[in-house]
């Protein structure tokens, strides 16, 4: 019963090229969130997806950042034209329905260069 | 505009004490709190949740208290041990989304043997 997969564990861009981060939700869950935690802070609320919807995207970046969870495959969060201020720690959750009690993934860590 | 706050970065118990985090929140429509607990390099974990309509959760070592007039929260970890040792993390949901979690800036638990 694997839990919340993300890949890749570390990813390091250079700035201005992009970052693709991915996201296998636990089998049965339908609904998907991106967190992203900067050093020395907690982790602050990016999107909620289910299968081809984006639910809530209020914490997403106006630019350069984009989320999509497709009918079939991982959630994908893009990050285009990285800079060195999007190096952080970026986790995936998922749950069933749109339950409170999200089970997270590892994480990726993203380190701009 | 921190709307749960852990003002305690930091807390250091004795094994077999009593640990206690604090967290405090500002937004009234938040309605449902989770504590979660994280090792370094890996993702947060669910530990505990109370609903507003509770004053009290209690699952094993571990018991939430809420306070609704104060806005306040506490986790109570009874024996402390030192595997408890980790970042705990706040968290509220509520409103329209309950998928969407706001989390506190997280207090580093240290339990000594």
């Known amino acids: 019963n694997a839990g919340v997969m993300q890949n890749p564990r570390h990813l390091v861009r250079r700035r201005g090229q992009e970052a693709r981060l991915r996201c296998s939700p636990m089998?049965?869950?339908?609904?998907v969130y991106w967190y992203r935690q900067l050093p020395e802070e907690g982790l602050k609320f990016m999107v909620y997806?289910?299968?081809?919807?984006?639910?809530?995207e209020s914490g997403m970046p106006k630019e350069r950042f984009s989320a999509e969870f497709p009918k079939e495959g991982p959630s994908i969060l893009r990050i285009q034209q990285v800079v060195r201020g999007d190096s952080a720690a970026y986790f995936c959750?998922?749950?069933?329905?749109?339950?409170?009690?999200?089970?997270f993934g590892q994480g990726t860590r993203l380190t701009v260069v | 505009d921190q709307q749960v706050k852990q003002n305690s970065p930091s807390l250091s118990v004795q094994e077999g004490r009593i640990s206690i985090l604090n967290c405090d929140y500002t937004n009234s429509m938040f309605d449902y709190f989770l504590w979660y607990k994280k090792y370094p390099a890996e993702g947060p974990t669910f530990l505990i949740s109370i609903s507003s309509i509770k004053d009290k959760n209690e699952d094993g070592r571990f018991t939430v208290f809420l306070n609704k007039s104060a806005k306040h929260l506490s986790l109570h970890i009874v024996p402390s041990q030192p595997g408890d040792s980790a970042v705990y993390f706040c968290a509220a949901a509520g409103g329209t989304s309950y998928g969407k979690l706001t989390f506190g800036q997280g207090t580093i638990l240290t339990v000594h043997p």
């Open positions: 959750a998922s749950s069933p329905q749109g339950a409170a009690e999200a089970f």
């Open positions: 089998k049965g869950h339908s609904h």
């Open positions: 997806l289910q299968k081809e919807n984006i639910i809530d």
